[in-house]
């Protein structure tokens, strides 16, 4: 992956990909399939397992967009606010008693608004909100702490790190773990080991694995309201509405992307290995023009929202990015 100006390259992104059918049969690889590597945001879904396996969504009458935000990595947006603030009213806290901390939203307009409006930023603008909204609603339902709910040893994060044992087929250790961007336990894993997982996701779907209610709650909301996993602007949300609901996708930070094609049975886990994320659409694009998930109208309509011509601050061209797929 190159970053050229005018005709030189001035930055180059390695690519390390793993995607596989539903059986492990690999489809690509980069051959770093025993390196290990922290998917970051976009194992949320597998975080949101045990809050669907709870009693929350029907006790607090949780809607499918406050469901998909649970998955979600927002921007903030005024619609992403609205359903957080409903939810947080729901169960009866505070913005604050969110641990992930405070930042502006991730959508350049969302952010200048409150700016301008001289209004501060809260928890509910972080973009893992949901994801702890969502530890936080469990925990109140199963009747546990939630002053320590990100604790390693929290009843909570150890009901998580099942469900990754569980999807992954492989046992997590201390070793594994650290922090993640917004304080909750994050976790490093082989690719194949995400890999695994996201096989045994669309087998939970299909009713050939275990959590086949939980999983389908969270996968459909998301699939129908594909503009909360991210935003209006971000390539997870494109990719599904591009889709029409048979790629289930999420980026992470750190140039992470993962995706399911539910009907054809196919996965894929996509790591830039310099962290810089203006890699990941052309990436994803070659990839599925190379594996024949997407059908070239489906494609066509997806890179027309991407844009691959590189402009200064001016509004003039200055190269490109250039993808070689070897």
Same mark, same amino acid.
């Given at each position: 992956?190159?970053?050229?100006?005018?005709? /030189?390259?001035?930055?180059?992104?390695?690519?390390?990909?793993?995607?596989?059918? =539903?059986?492990?049969? &690999?489809?690509?690889?980069?051959?770093?399939?025993?390196?290990?590597?922290?998917? #970051?945001?976009?194992?949320?879904?597998?975080?949101?397992?045990?809050?669907?396996?709870?009693?929350?969504?029907?006790?607090?009458?949780?809607?499918?967009?406050?469901?998909?935000?649970?998955?979600?990595?927002?921007?903030?947006?005024?619609?992403?606010?609205?359903?957080?603030?409903?939810?947080?009213?729901?169960?009866?806290?505070?913005?604050?008693?969110?641990?992930?901390?405070?930042?502006?939203?991730?959508?350049?307009?969302?952010?200048?608004?409150?700016?301008?409006?001289?209004?501060?930023?809260?928890?509910?603008?972080?973009?893992?909100? *949901?994801?702890?909204?969502?530890?936080?609603?469990?925990?109140?339902?199963?009747?546990?702490?939630?002053?320590?709910?990100?604790?390693?040893?929290?009843?909570?994060?150890?009901?998580?790190?099942?469900?990754?044992?569980?999807?992954?087929?492989?046992?997590?250790?201390?070793?594994?773990?650290?922090?993640?961007?917004?304080?909750?336990?994050?976790?490093?894993?082989?690719?194949?080991?995400?890999?695994?997982?996201?096989?045994?996701? &669309?087998?939970?779907?299909?009713?050939?694995?275990?959590?086949?209610?939980?999983?389908?709650?969270?996968?459909?909301? /998301?699939?129908?309201?594909?503009?909360?996993?991210?935003?209006?602007?971000?390539?997870?949300?494109?990719?599904?509405?591009?889709?029409?609901?048979?790629?289930?996708?999420?980026? *992470?930070?750190?140039? /992470?992307?993962?995706?399911?094609?539910?009907?054809?049975? =196919?996965?894929? /886990?996509?790591?830039?290995?310099?962290?810089?994320? #203006?890699?990941?659409? &052309?990436?994803?694009?070659?990839?599925?023009?190379?594996?024949?998930?997407?059908?070239?109208?489906?494609?066509?309509?997806?890179?027309?929202?991407?844009?691959?011509?590189?402009?200064?601050?001016?509004?003039?061209?200055?190269?490109?990015?250039?993808?070689?797929?070897?």
């Amino acid at each position: 992956m190159d970053f050229i100006r005018g005709k /030189v390259i001035e930055s180059t992104h390695q690519v390390k990909a793993l995607v596989t059918n =539903i059986n492990g049969k &690999i489809l690509l690889s980069t051959n770093n399939d025993n390196e290990f590597f922290f998917p #970051r945001s976009s194992i949320k879904i597998f975080q949101a397992i045990p809050f669907s396996m709870s009693n929350a969504i029907k006790n607090y009458k949780l809607n499918n967009k406050q469901i998909a935000l649970a998955c979600a990595s927002h921007k903030g947006e005024k619609f992403h606010i609205r359903e957080l603030k409903k939810w947080v009213s729901k169960i009866n806290l505070k913005a604050e008693n969110l641990q992930c901390g405070i930042h502006g939203p991730l959508d350049k307009k969302a952010c200048e608004k409150i700016i301008y409006s001289r209004k501060k930023f809260n928890e509910l603008h972080n973009n893992c909100a *949901g994801k702890h909204l969502a530890m936080l609603t469990s925990c109140l339902v199963n009747n546990q702490s939630i002053k320590n709910y990100l604790d390693y040893n929290h009843t909570h994060q150890k009901n998580i790190r099942k469900i990754f044992n569980k999807f992954t087929e492989t046992k997590l250790s201390k070793k594994n773990f650290s922090l993640d961007g917004c304080s909750a336990p994050q976790y490093s894993f082989k690719f194949k080991s995400i890999s695994n997982a996201l096989n045994n996701l &669309i087998k939970s779907y299909k009713n050939n694995y275990h959590y086949t209610k939980q999983v389908r709650t969270l996968v459909n909301s /998301v699939l129908e309201n594909p503009e909360f996993i991210g935003g209006t602007s971000s390539f997870d949300t494109k990719v599904m509405k591009a889709s029409k609901g048979k790629i289930f996708c999420k980026s *992470g930070a750190e140039g /992470v992307f993962i995706f399911v094609d539910i009907q054809k049975e =196919i996965s894929g /886990v996509i790591k830039i290995s310099d962290g810089n994320e #203006r890699a990941i659409a &052309i990436t994803i694009l070659n990839i599925f023009k190379k594996t024949k998930i997407m059908n070239k109208k489906e494609l066509k309509n997806l890179e027309k929202k991407e844009k691959f011509d590189l402009q200064n601050h001016a509004g003039k061209k200055i190269g490109r990015i250039s993808f070689t797929m070897k």
